[in-house]
């Protein structure tokens, strides 16, 4: 293979397939890209058997063909060139590798047969494709992924949950002690799609590569064990992961006795105040959360976050609020109200309880498509 590029083009196509390179395999050819001429373009492909991710690089093509060189030694070298046109050619001798120039710089990368590179599949066309846009993807899947377990000991909670039902599209995902729900209108899509479970590792990968807009399609493969996402020149394919999600409509609770309105910003900077006193091994994130209601209207409820630290100290921060119900004490991990913050940019959080042993609902004001339910804490 012979071609040249730009090298600010060929260092970005690196950048996205790189988000899919195998860091810890035993099989050597994880750490390395495929490197196949089609048509006008370079394709860059990368896979660590979770995920594979490719990417198309214009090109100007002098000689077609394929290989395989270290990812991280061709990413490298490229980012150390200066801009202007990169030529990739073959080694002499037919030893599999790239000779690399740039400039008055050039580099002859060794490589391995791309006969032992992992064959990626393409699922187009089958079972016809989903089209979402890039940026309410992106934000779906940062709303509910931090969610998921880390865990691999029970596999299904390490996944996001996608259903698609009447023209809806809803992800969901819960490690048991928190849940978060998020759901938006997918007009002229059938529900051939169903039910999938995608790690969120995989979806976390997804939206590091998504460009910023336009449309992104999912295709579904007809074994139901592996999505492809495609936009603007790459594409995402992923393992799905077998077993049934939880019933997670049967846990979020339908009513509440208490509804809390705070402003986002206040909450959310009282809540980075309290939690560093409940950061350490004694004080086990735990924060107390006080709901108090107003005084008929003369003095405005307020919600009291506090925190105790058994070596350092306590903190405690208060919040002006508008309350609706009984006022309420009730413990919480403070890191899952801090992640769920971290995910929303509504100018105000709705916060509805029950009782202190039931689960809070945490969601931005003014939408019906964020929900995110926190099972409380108990006092030690």
């Given at each position: ?28 050819v994880l750490a390395n890209l495929l490197l196949t001429i089609e048509g006008d373009h370079l394709r860059l492909s990368a896979t660590n058997l979770e995920i594979a991710i490719t990417c198309l690089v214009p090109a100007q093509v002098q000689e077609g063909g394929s290989t395989t060189v270290p990812a ?309």
């Amino acid at each position: 293979m012979k071609f040249n590029c730009k090298q600010s083009e060929l260092s970005k196509g690196l950048a996205t397939v790189g988000h899919a390179v195998s860091t810890r395999s035993t099989l050597p050819v994880l750490a390395n890209l495929l490197l196949t001429i089609e048509g006008d373009h370079l394709r860059l492909s990368a896979t660590n058997l979770e995920i594979a991710i490719t990417c198309l690089v214009p090109a100007q093509v002098q000689e077609g063909g394929s290989t395989t060189v270290p990812a991280k030694l061709l990413t490298d070298f490229v980012n150390a060139l200066g801009p202007g046109e990169v030529e990739l050619s073959p080694l002499p001798g037919g030893i599999h590798g790239l000779r690399v120039r740039g400039g008055r710089s050039e580099a002859n990368i060794r490589g391995m047969d791309p006969s032992e590179f992992p064959v990626i599949q393409r699922l187009d066309g089958e079972g016809g494709a989903a089209i979402l846009d890039c940026g309410e993807l992106r934000s779906m899947i940062s709303q509910t992924a931090f969610a998921a377990a880390t865990d691999d000991a029970r596999p299904i909670f390490t996944g996001v949950f996608m259903r698609v039902r009447d023209s809806r599209l809803t992800f969901a995902a819960a490690d048991t002690f928190r849940l978060a729900v998020r759901s938006t209108e997918l007009p002229g899509v059938d529900n051939r799609f169903g039910e999938l479970l995608i790690p969120a590792r995989s979806l976390n990968e997804l939206a590091k590569v998504l460009p910023t807009e336009g449309n992104v399609e999912m295709f579904i493969s007809p074994a139901r064990n592996q999505a492809m996402f495609r936009a603007a020149g790459v594409e995402m394919t992923a393992n799905l992961i077998e077993g049934q999600f939880v019933n997670y409509e049967a846990i979020m609770p339908k009513s509440h006795q208490t509804r809390v309105v705070i402003p986002t910003t206040a909450m959310r900077d009282a809540v980075k105040r309290t939690s560093l006193f409940a950061r350490t091994e004694s004080a086990g994130n735990i924060v107390r959360i006080t709901v108090t209601p107003g005084n008929e209207g003369l003095t405005p409820g307020v919600v009291t976050l506090q925190a105790t630290n058994d070596e350092f100290g306590d903190a405690t921060s208060t919040v002006d609020a508008v309350v609706d119900g009984p006022g309420l004490d009730i413990l919480f991990n403070i890191k899952y109200v801090s992640d769920m913050l971290a995910v929303i940019d509504a100018p105000e959080l709705v916060l509805e309880l029950n009782t202190a042993q039931q689960p809070g609902v945490l969601k931005p004001q003014g939408t019906q498509t964020y929900s995110y339910i926190v099972m409380p804490l108990h006092s030690r």
